[in-house]
């Protein structure tokens, strides 16, 4: 989700006074929530998605981005490292933007 790093301890804020998220920074522009829903906010513009970027976790990751290559998704970000594990983003056939990590 995009927050702007002049807003990022408000979105933050916000958050954990609505439903009393708690937040790990990774550097000064992205921080993450883990209360049964993962996710985090990029405050870095350039890094940022336009949408909400929706995280699901496989213990396989090279074996779903195979499955998700070969079934007619599109990779558009490959397998890279980042605080926390590894991920990949993708499109489903309708265009839908998701990602998949693993530890």
């Not at 807003?7 to 209360?35: I, Q």
């Amino acid at each position: 989700m995009p927050a702007t790093g002049r807003t990022l301890d408000r979105v933050k804020a916000f958050y954990s006074a609505a439903f009393s998220w708690s937040f790990t920074d990774y550097g000064p522009t992205y921080s993450a929530f883990a209360e049964g829903l993962d996710g985090g906010f990029q405050a870095d513009a350039e890094d940022a998605p336009s949408k909400p970027l929706p995280v699901v976790y496989s213990e396989k990751l090279e074996e779903i981005l195979s499955a998700f290559e070969n079934g007619g998704g599109t990779i558009f970000e490959p397998i890279f490292s980042f605080p926390g594990g590894r991920r990949f983003h993708f499109k489903d056939p309708a265009g839908n933007e998701m990602a998949v990590w693993s530890q």
